[in-house]
């Protein structure tokens, strides 16, 4: 993965593209008979992330709204396969993941082709996990392509982000 800065633009440019990545959204009749809102499945091959949306925002209504992310692999995997097939594949594999659930009355189903990384920007070096690319005005690029494609990837940029703004106050500030 490389880094252009140029004067009016950046762009993280990764040899091979980013990954695809799929995302289906079930809709079903009588709401879903889960209390929880959302679950993070870190060792499932297919899902990574189950979200009830009905249930995050606290509504209760006459249909569950559930939306499904896929795991990096499987999307690696799974880029170039017919979508009908792909969804196919989830759907059953969200079948056997929660055979409580009703059977979904639709089935929305969408690949990605900017979403998640493989590689984030190497710079082991520096154990960089932002960059800067402009000091007055301040301007930060930062995210989980400078550290891992995951949660803690996004708060690990998020924390290198907050010391370059507290250093850059501190200095400001003398």
């Not at 091959?45 to 009830?52: E, F, L, Q, S, T």
């Not at 920007?121 to 400078?146: C, K, Q, W």
């Amino acid at each position: 993965m490389r880094l252009n800065i140029g004067d009016q633009f950046v762009e993280i440019v990764d040899e091979n593209g980013r990954i695809e990545i799929y995302d289906a959204a079930i809709f079903t009749v009588p709401p879903l008979p889960a209390s929880w809102s959302a679950k993070f499945l870190p060792h499932d091959c297919v899902i990574r992330y189950v979200a009830i949306q009905e249930n995050k925002i606290g509504l209760s209504d006459s249909k569950s709204s559930v939306i499904f992310h896929t795991s990096i692999q499987f999307g690696d995997k799974y880029k170039t396969v017919d979508d009908e097939l792909t969804k196919s594949i989830l759907v059953e594999h969200a079948r056997r993941l929660f055979p409580e659930f009703p059977d979904p009355i639709e089935i929305r189903h969408h690949k990605w082709n900017y979403s998640q990384i493989l590689d984030p920007y190497d710079n082991t070096e520096n154990n960089m996990r932002s960059v800067i690319i402009h000091e007055n005005p301040l301007i930060i690029i930062a995210g989980d392509a400078f550290t891992s494609s995951n949660f803690e990837g996004c708060v690990a940029s998020a924390g290198s982000v907050a010391d370059i703004l507290k250093n850059y106050l501190v200095n400001k500030n003398d």
